[in-house]
Nanobody, 123 residues
Framework: VQLQASGGGLVQAGGSLRVSCLASGRTFSYYAVGWFRQAPGKEREFVAAIGWGDGSDKSYAETVRGRFTISRDNAKNTVSLEMNSLNAEDTAVYYC????????????????WGQGTQVTVSS
């Protein structure tokens, strides 16, 4: 599967942004999809993930829980991350990743990666 992340940009603190991950392939529903982010000088970190199938299995990092919402539309081969109440600490390159099976929190467990999209929050 090939992934393409999009939707990043510049937003003021307190604002909202949606990033999306478009996947190729006809078996997208078999894949769990995670969002990770990497800020300059920092390690890549888990943000959120959604399970395969109907996406009822979801998980969030503590730093974004209650502010970010992950969702999937298998008919459109898309996973989206709605980000609200953004702050400067959310500034990073956001990557989507996919794996067959369940949700994992470590990037090493994901086999397919998108190219990343920059999210910048101005304070």
């Amino acid at each position: 599967v090939q992934l393409q992340a999009s939707g990043g940009g510049l937003v003021q603190a307190g604002g909202s942004l949606r990033v999306s991950c478009l996947a190729s392939g006809r078996t997208f529903s078999y894949y769990a999809v995670g969002w990770f982010r990497q800020a300059p000088g920092k390690e890549r970190e888990f943000v959120a993930a959604i399970g395969w199938g109907d996406g009822s299995d979801k998980s969030y990092a503590e730093t974004v829980r209650g502010r970010f919402t992950i969702s999937r539309d298998n008919a459109k081969n898309t996973v989206s991350l709605e980000m609200n109440s953004l702050n400067a600490e959310d500034t990073a390159v956001y990557y989507c990743a996919a794996r067959v099976g369940g949700i994992y929190y470590h990037s090493n467990n994901y086999d397919y990666w998108g190219q990343g999209t920059q999210v910048t929050v101005s304070s």
